[in-house]
T-cell receptor, first 116, second 114 residues
Framework: EAGVTQSPTHLIKTRGQQATLRCSPISGHTSVYWYQQALGLGLQFLLWYDEGEERNRGNFPPRFSGRQFPNYSSELNVNALELEDSALYLC???????????????FGPGTRLTVL | AQKITQTQPGMFVQEKEAVTLDCTYDTSDPSYGLFWYKQPSSGEMIFLIYQGSYDQQNATEGRYSLNFQKARKSANLVISASQLGDSAMYFCAMRDFGNEKLTFGTGTRLTIIP
């Protein structure tokens, strides 16, 4: 069974540009999560999508946005890039059934975004 | 608010020895889940083990076990018979039921010495 995939692996942009990161969840998973791992800041929750809807977002400015497509894949867009947006962006997916309480998030390999 | 504390920034352990990675947590929710992830230098977060707050027994997955002490709010990861491939960052994380986001600790960098 294929795991979570992300593209591109690396992305280099300049300040002010826009970046688009993509994620394909594990087959059968409906929930997709985005996390930012920046140096010195640890792993921070960005966004959660389930069944095509944004369900929750972390403490990030509106220039961080995304969407989930009918096939449950997801896109993260970062507008007006700033130097501090340089980080590893991790996508995770899960079955989306938190009622059971065992809804494990499985992560992809990440996209390393560098803003120059 | 949820909080995860990992007090060991780095650890060096001899190959084949057991190692315990510490994790304490804080939450006001009686229902929660605790997770451990491994992050090799490649960057991918690999799920290792899960413990639910109502689970009566400590979770085990192969060489990984979770020493869950609810009253002390601790969820330490125990790796038995460590291997060179265990060298990585290890993150403890928690999720309150009904709140899908994971809150992570700062991680412990484990280095296995041959």
């Amino acid at each position: 069974e294929a795991g979570v995939t992300q593209s591109p692996t690396h992305l280099i942009k300049t300040r002010g540009q826009q970046a688009t990161l993509r994620c394909s969840p594990i087959s059968g998973h409906t929930s997709v999560y985005w996390y930012q791992q920046a140096l010195g800041l640890g792993l921070q929750f960005l966004l959660w999508y389930d069944e095509g809807e944004e369900r929750n977002r972390g403490n990030f400015p509106p220039r961080f946005s995304g969407r989930q497509f009918p096939n449950y894949s997801s896109e993260l867009n970062v507008n007006a890039l700033e130097l501090e947006d340089s980080a590893l962006y991790l996508c995770a997916s899960s079955l989306g059934d938190s009622v059971l309480g065992t809804d494990t998030q499985y992560f992809g390999p990440g996209t390393r975004l560098t803003v120059l | 608010a949820q909080k995860i504390t990992q007090t060991q920034p780095g650890m060096f352990v001899q190959e084949k020895e057991a190692v315990t990675l510490d994790c304490t947590y804080d939450t006001s929710d009686p229902s929660y889940g605790l997770f451990w992830y491994k992050q090799p230098s490649s960057g991918e977060m690999i799920f290792l083990i899960y413990q639910g707050s109502y689970d009566q027994q400590n979770a085990t997955e192969g060489r990984y076990s979770l020493n869950f002490q609810k009253a002390r709010k601790s969820a330490n990861l125990v790796i038995s018979a460590s291997q060179l491939g265990d060298s990585a960052m290890y993150f403890c994380a928690m999720r309150d039921f009904g709140n899908e986001k994971l809150t992570f600790g700062t991680g412990t960098r484990l280095t296995i010495i041959p």
